[in-house]
């Protein structure tokens, strides 16, 4: 289960206090520095679970993205997720006092992520745009934007997100009781979508990274300087039969357009084992993520 994020508990006195030079969070010394461990474990718990966001087939938890959100930002600032999916990004924002925009391709999360955000009755500090993220640039896609003023892009103070995790929700791996399966019969995607502007359905891995690392080029254009960014990814063992260092190969393309400050990484402890290379090789249980930190300093 993941600790729960300590969101800024103005009420301690003394050393507890956020002390005035520190410009990044409203954490305490002592806060901070514990969110410094390099790895750190987040189950997802089951109160941000229902039909609608179970639809999604790759969603990351609300409270991994609090431990975030709280370190990267002060309570008001702006925080971007430009494949937000069913929006947990934005319901972490939302639950830690920050604004959050979300871009998202698929029409049918979108408004999972609308609905969601109606229910929270945000009273317009977050928002979700339907579009595709190739095109963040285009001053177009911001056009009805709440983080927007003067016709310029926005400025965000943090972005977090999650890419597709190349085409690995095309390619299940089998077993009786896969999840793909398990999802498929009980009328769930098991892909986002059948669109050509949907990074998950580029076959070639080439191409797939240099696709994902064009829109964190343009991202670079949407944060603030000095502001971070951290990028959720995984290694994949594809079905064949080897393993696609997919986190680390974007972790040096985005290098390119940001400083690369180090990671930390996400341990899913309750996931149920499979049995893939039993009794023969070694397969491992990929249950862990990468959170790829940069900084816009470029
Ligand atoms: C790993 S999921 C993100 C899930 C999200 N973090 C959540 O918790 O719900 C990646 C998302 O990127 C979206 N996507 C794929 N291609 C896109 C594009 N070109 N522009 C915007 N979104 C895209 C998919 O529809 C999918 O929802």
Request: net charge negative; proline share 5%.
């Amino acid at each position: 289960m993941c600790s729960k994020p300590e969101t800024a508990d103005r009420t301690k006195s003394g050393k507890g206090n956020p002390v005035p030079e520190n410009t990044l969070n409203d954490l305490t010394g002592k806060e901070w520095i514990k969110r410094t461990k390099s790895w750190f474990i987040c189950d997802s718990p089951r109160y941000h679970r229902n039909r609608d966001t179970e639809l999604h087939p790759a969603r990351f938890p609300e409270e991994m993205v609090a431990q975030f959100v709280t370190f990267f930002t002060k309570a008001g600032q702006w925080v971007f997720d430009p494949f937000c999916g069913s929006g947990a990004t934005l319901i972490a924002s939302l639950e830690q006092e920050r604004r959050a925009v979300g871009l998202e391709l698929a029409p049918r999360y979108a408004e999972v992520t609308r609905q969601r955000l109606a229910e929270l009755d945000t009273d317009g500090i977050a928002q979700v745009i339907l579009g595709d993220a190739a095109e963040l640039l285009k001053l177009d896609l911001w056009e009805d934007c709440i983080a927007c003023s003067g016709g310029r892009l926005p400025q965000f103070d943090f972005i977090i997100t999650s890419p597709p995790y190349w085409n690995m929700l095309r390619h299940s791996r089998g077993g009786v009781h896969s999840v793909h399966k398990q999802r498929a019969e009980a009328g769930l995607d098991t892909h986002y979508s059948d669109s050509g502007q949907d990074l998950g359905n580029i076959e070639d891995y080439d191409e797939f990274i240099e696709a994902v690392g064009s829109v964190f080029d343009q991202c670079q254009k949407l944060l603030k300087p000095e502001k971070y960014m951290v990028v959720v990814a995984q290694n994949l063992r594809v079905s064949d039969g080897y393993v696609v260092p997919l986190a680390w190969d974007l972790a040096r393309r985005i290098s390119t357009s940001f400083s690369f400050q180090g990671e930390r990484i996400w341990c899913q402890d309750s996931k149920q084992l499979g049995i893939w290379g039993y009794p023969k090789v070694f397969v491992p249980n990929y249950h862990h993520h990468y959170c790829l930190i940069f900084r816009n300093d470029k």
